[in-house]
């Protein structure tokens, strides 16, 4: 990540906080863009220069385009985008409630498209190899019926993701868009479900283990090395591509 500049939005904590820290630890300079601005700022702080926090909601363009030109301004170029921020909450079609599908869609969804809408250009004017990085879920391709929104907001990131890789190709653009498929990793957004009441907690950590064929819960350090490497240019040849990080989540039928 020697000499890249990344923008991550979800950057307080979970998979995007752990993505921060890689991207810095391999030479790299990252903005920290979150609603939880005291963690990203205090995150931004214990890895030094090369890191700086900016409040964002990711459902607000304008927003978006006030953390591109922050990170351009602070680093002097943006070359990656890491789409993280997200969110999960129950709720099938019937009875699942309005609110949460909004909300989902707006932060899983549109917020991803907000951030490449207002990066690329950013991207463009920096002349070098760019990369676009975007969080799904083994849910976007393995559809589960308790979380309609979630499982909707990210394989619809699918399309997104594989039209901007074809534009950017076309327009011979050096900008790669991939995505990353994670299973249940043990993040905050895991916590919430672990820990909700429905069940033990030890209940509920075996039965999200046993979706997946590796039989347990993945960390998020797995996530971030395959964020890092699909944006550095060791993927260079590698653009529209779903990369699954769910121990075998996802081919199960």
């Not at 969804?109 to 975007?134: D, F, H, W």
Request: include cysteine; charge should be negative; proline fraction near 4%.
């Amino acid at each position: 990540m020697d000499g890249k500049v990344a923008l991550v939005s979800g950057g307080a904590e979970g998979i995007g906080a752990t993505v921060g820290r890689m991207i810095v630890a391999e030479g790299g300079s990252v903005m920290l863009a979150d609603v939880q601005i005291d963690k990203a700022r205090a995150l931004a702080a214990e890895l030094g220069d090369r890191a700086e926090a900016i409040e964002l909601d990711v459902r607000d363009l304008d927003a978006w385009q006030r953390a591109v030109d922050a990170t351009v301004e602070r680093f002097g170029k943006l070359t990656v985008l890491c789409n993280i921020a997200g969110i999960s909450e129950p709720g099938n079609v019937p009875d699942g409630s309005l609110d949460v599908w909004q909300r989902t869609i707006d932060i899983n969804l549109n917020g991803p498209y907000y951030g490449c809408r207002a990066a690329i250009p950013a991207m463009e004017k920096s002349a070098e190899p760019c990369a676009i990085v975007n969080i799904g879920s083994m849910i976007a391709i393995r559809a589960a019926a308790f979380v309609a929104a979630y499982s909707a907001s990210k394989a619809g990131l699918i399309g997104l993701t594989r039209s901007i890789a074809l534009d950017c190709a076309e327009r011979g653009l050096p900008i790669r868009a991939n995505m990353v498929h994670p299973g249940a990793i043990r993040t905050p957004m895991y916590n919430r479900y672990k820990f909700s009441g429905a069940d033990t907690p030890e209940n509920i950590e075996t039965n999200f283990a046993a979706t997946h064929p590796m039989n347990r819960i993945g960390e998020p350090e797995e996530v971030a090395k395959a964020v890092v490497f699909l944006a550095s240019d060791d993927a260079s040849f590698t653009t529209g591509c779903d990369f699954t990080v769910d121990g075998g989540g996802s081919i199960r039928s």
